[in-house]
């Protein structure tokens, strides 16, 4: 049965729109049966303990108690204007059914995409649809409110024409009686002497009750048991089952407020007297026991604006949180920066999971099963649409970012390949902390497509040599200020996996499910009775995912570190890959020549080097050698020749607009064409324009073409721009 409630207005617990449940109604108020010397034994509510007296049946007393209810709500006239009222509002949201607000968001849409040229006309286009569907819908909606208006209004008048009076003061006690039925107050059903469901619903209990909002306290409970929260239905009921649980496992609660129900379950506020919320916590699994929910149904997370407090979520059996969660974003190549923040999930509590990498070093723990891929994925799907940031993937034994391999400039998967790459960085990151000031970029590189970061995605560390894993370590403590960054992932947090304890020394860490040493070995020795508890999460199994990709963040850029639960977006594998081609054919980033060039002025880190006695015989070869940028493509088996070089901002708009003239050629279904009709269609600039910058490009002038219903005029071809295009990609 679903229960609502109406959302509180002045609530601690910010609960976006589409997680709260459908229909919210007050909770309903019912009165007090006085005790009797001789109570006749009746239905009871069976936590409450007590023998209530039943209601009188009958005739005759159903129809007093009709005649008094009909009195106290004064024949029902309020209630007939409010239905009245009501109907009139249905109507005029039909009549509406959304489309200012879609009208507005095409609008919205618009107004972001200016000086995107396609954009802008895709988004005008939106405008013009979503306008002309709005007129014709009012249109069909004042006909069919038309027909049935003239329909009851020829009834009407036969009617009374037929039937004289009586007739009359029918139909205007049916039109009465409609107004009354759609203005009754919802949870209203006429009986005024009902049992209570719950004791905390006593007249006179001093529970203050205001727009969906309860607050209850441990000294207004009578003596009883506990009782499951299926029992539970109202939100002061809520109130006492939580009470009564937490008082029942010695946890000194002292009140429940802010109940809220959501669309999978329960949630609130529980204050406890002394002590923290730790106390909650350490029960968590006792409470799921004692609500009769499912393992993980009990989700504690302490506040930390208020000490003494934790928000307590409730989740039904079979209920997902995460369930109504909006998915991944569209983001279009070299749509973004390194610097700006882009979503990869949501917590349980609906708020969005946003974060920037620019110079944030990363650690991320899952078990084998915890959906570690899918959160590097979810991450590497954000960097590699920027366009001042170069994807590198290192994975000893996986496949690493998988579906996004089109997108990544480097993939590296032997030790060798993975030892290479990690000192090539590391002596990058030594020549940018020297370049920076030649810049003019102060203590920080700056990123940009003429000087981009580098994001280093490293699954599977724990399987790495003791070299790579060294070299990744030097490359954690220098990277971050030259926007060299390392992503680290591990089935584990302790130092067996990682080598050395540096869990709590990397700014950012995720994790998900895991034992409980990892848990204390990343957030920290006293974290789980704080609230962090991915050790609670359950892997995926060959048939049931479970909690994969579930985790709790920490040292997420512009976030409070609280143990909230966040659950990664999953991305089908065929959306990845098309992503990924979407991106390699508009071309991935190069590293600047400044950066490469400044190189060749650092040394070695001294276990690098190669080995001699004082003879100056060899006794050890290097571990492994410092290549140039070509030498570890070739390496790792990139193609040098297959991506964009690096432009001037001049040619990034010469080839943003022949690119353009080319998409309206493929839009004229020919491989010629002129330039005013190319301009119309691209928008926003003249054909004179259009051609200065196809010039610039190296498509040269327009030439003698023949163009059905045009004649012999001139134009371009389509072998000239596309020319043009690979000239400027470097192609």
């Known amino acids: 049965m679903a229960i609502h409630t109406t959302p509180a207005a002045d609530s601690d617990l910010d609960v976006p729109e589409f997680m709260r449940a459908e229909t919210p109604v007050e909770p309903r108020k019912l009165s007090l049966v006085k005790d009797q010397p001789e109570p006749i034994e009746g239905a009871v509510v069976e936590h409450q303990g007590e023998t209530l007296q039943p209601t009188a049946t009958g005739a005759a007393p159903l129809a007093k108690r009709a005649c008094q209810h009909a009195g106290d709500h004064r024949l029902y006239v309020g209630w007939s204007v409010r239905g009245y009222r009501e109907l009139g509002r249905r109507w005029l949201e039909a009549r509406r059914d959304d489309y200012p607000q879609m009208i507005a968001s095409a609008v919205a849409e618009l107004r972001a995409a200016k000086g995107d040229t396609a954009a802008e006309t895709d988004a005008k286009q939106l405008v013009k649809e979503r306008r002309a569907e709005y007129r014709r819908h009012k249109l069909l909606h004042w006909a069919k409110t038309g027909g049935w208006t003239a329909a009851a209004a020829a009834g009407g008048v036969a009617g009374v024409a037929a039937g004289g009076l009586w007739v009359d003061l029918l139909m205007a006690l049916s039109a009465y009686a409609v107004g009354v039925y759609h203005g009754k107050p919802e949870g209203d059903t006429g009986d005024v002497a009902a049992p209570p469901l719950s004791v905390i619903e006593r007249a ?59 669309s999978w379950g329960w949630q609130c506020i529980v204050r406890v007297s002394e002590g923290t919320p730790e106390a909650i916590i350490k029960v968590a699994g006792d409470l799921e026991t004692r609500f009769d929910l499912a393992a993980n149904g009990v989700r504690p997370t302490p506040m930390k604006e208020r000490r003494a407090c934790a928000v307590l979520r409730l989740v039904d059996r079979g209920a997902d949180p995460f369930a109504s969660a909006p998915g991944l974003p569209y983001r279009a190549p070299k749509s973004m920066s390194i610097t700006d923040k882009f979503r990869i999930g949501s917590s349980v509590g609906g708020d969005p999971l946003e974060l920037s990498l620019a110079g944030v070093m990363g650690l991320w723990v899952a078990a084998s099963g915890g959906g570690k891929t899918g959160i590097l994925q979810a991450l590497a799907e954000g960097t590699t649409a920027c366009y001042d940031n170069i994807t590198i993937d290192l994975d000893p034994h996986g496949d690493g970012l998988e579906d996004l391999h089109d997108a990544v400039r480097i993939t590296a998967r032997t030790n060798e390949q ?14 940018r902390a020297r370049l920076r000031k030649k ?16 994001t280093i995605f490293f699954d599977e560390f724990p399987r790495a040599t003791d070299l790579a894993k060294q070299l990744a370590k030097a490359l954690l403590d220098v990277g971050r200020k030259e926007l060299i960054v390392l992503q680290i992932a591990s089935q584990g947090g302790q130092k067996g996996y990682l080598g050395e304890n540096f869990a709590q020394m990397v700014a950012l860490a995720g994790v998900g499910p895991c034992k409980v040493g990892d848990t204390r070995s990343v957030f920290g020795d006293g974290s789980v009775s704080e609230g962090w508890l991915p050790h609670r999460l359950s892997p995926a199994t060959e048939t049931d ?33 098309k992503l990924a081609a979407e991106r390699l054919e508009a071309g991935l980033v190069e590293p600047d020549q400044d950066s490469l060039d400044a190189m060749a002025g650092v040394d070695l880190p001294e276990y690098v080097e190669a080995v001699y006695d004082i003879e100056g015989n060899l006794k050890k070869e290097a571990p492994v050698e410092l290549l140039t940028w070509e030498a570890l493509l070739r390496l790792c088996g990139a193609e040098p020749g297959r991506y964009v070089k690096q432009m001037t901002p001049e040619e990034r708009h010469q080839l943003q607009f022949a690119e353009q003239a080319l998409k ?33 490009a190296g498509a040269g002038g327009t030439v003698k073409v023949t163009i059905d219903g045009r004649g012999r005029v001139n134009g371009y071809r389509r072998e000239d721009i596309a020319d043009a295009v690979k000239l400027l990609q470097g192609g």
């Open 545 to 577: 995912p479970k909690d994969a990709g579930h985790l709790y963040i920490q040292g997420v850029p512009g976030m409070p570190d609280e143990p909230i639960e966040y659950k990664v977006h999953e991305v089908p594998s065929a959306t990845l890959r």
């Open 664 to 696: 309206a050629m493929d839009h004229f279904g020919r491989d010629v064409a002129q330039l005013d009709e190319m301009a119309t269609l691209i928008g926003g600039i003249t054909p004179e324009g259009l051609g200065d910058l196809l010039r610039a």
């Open 418 to 431: 993975i030892e290479a790459v990690l000192l090539f960085f590391l002596i990058m990151s030594k020549a």
């Open 204 to 262: 006179g209990g001093g529970l203050a009750v205001g727009e969906g909002q309860v607050y209850m306290t441990a000294d207004q409970l009578s003596e009883g048991k506990p009782f499951p929260i299926v029992v539970a239905r109202t939100p002061m009921q809520l109130a006492e089952c939580v009470l009564r649980a937490l008082l029942a496992e010695g946890v000194p609660v002292a009140e429940v407020s802010d109940v809220v129900r959501l």
């Open 439 to 454: 810049l003019g970029m102060g203590r920080k590189w700056k990123a940009s497509p003429e000087h981009p970061a580098f």
